[in-house]
């Protein structure tokens, strides 16, 4: 089985960016119409400056944040320059759940939650695509990896 890579949503990195862009493009508006001065226009492009670090935080923190399905593991790696990385046997997952906010609802999208036999706390992977489809796909191979239960035979007395 090959490689499959998730990660967290883009639609909050480019609503933020939508967002950004609308704003600095008001401000110059403003600027060039209503304020006419040096010191003003040079307060609006460093606010611009400073208010692009939201949508950038977003890209970065969503480029941080990548879950692996591969064979029978689920690795979860999080982090940029230290890098912690979690992995999970696929048959170990005992409990998956789908949590969704109304305005995830609405975009499709949600948190995935997983509990494994002997982890100390759930894994929760934030703001995905279609998760119940990713949640029922886990399962899914989660009970390919399980090994087939032995039937028993009764004897008869």
Known sequence: MSEQVIR???KWVRFA?????????????????YWKGEYLEWVAAG????????PLRLQIRRRMTKLVIEGDK???????????????????I?????????IQRMLKLGDL????????????????????????????LAREQQPPQTKRKEQKN
């Open 17 to 33: 960016y939508t967002v950004w862009f609308l704003i600095a493009f008001v401000a110059v508006l403003v600027c060039n119409n």
């Open 94 to 102: 005992q409990d998956l759940t789908v949590k969704q906010t109304l």
């Open 113 to 140: 939650q997983l509990e494994t036999a002997g982890e100390s706390g759930p894994l929760v992977i934030r703001n995905l695509d279609y998760p119940q489809a990713l949640a029922d796909q886990i399962m899914d």
């Open 47 to 54: 606010v611009g400056v400073l208010w692009i670090l939201w």
């Open 74 to 92: 689920l690795r979860l790696e999080v982090g940029l320059i230290s890098k912690t990385t979690r992995t999970l046997q696929l048959s170990k």
């Open 8 to 10: 967290p949503t883009l």
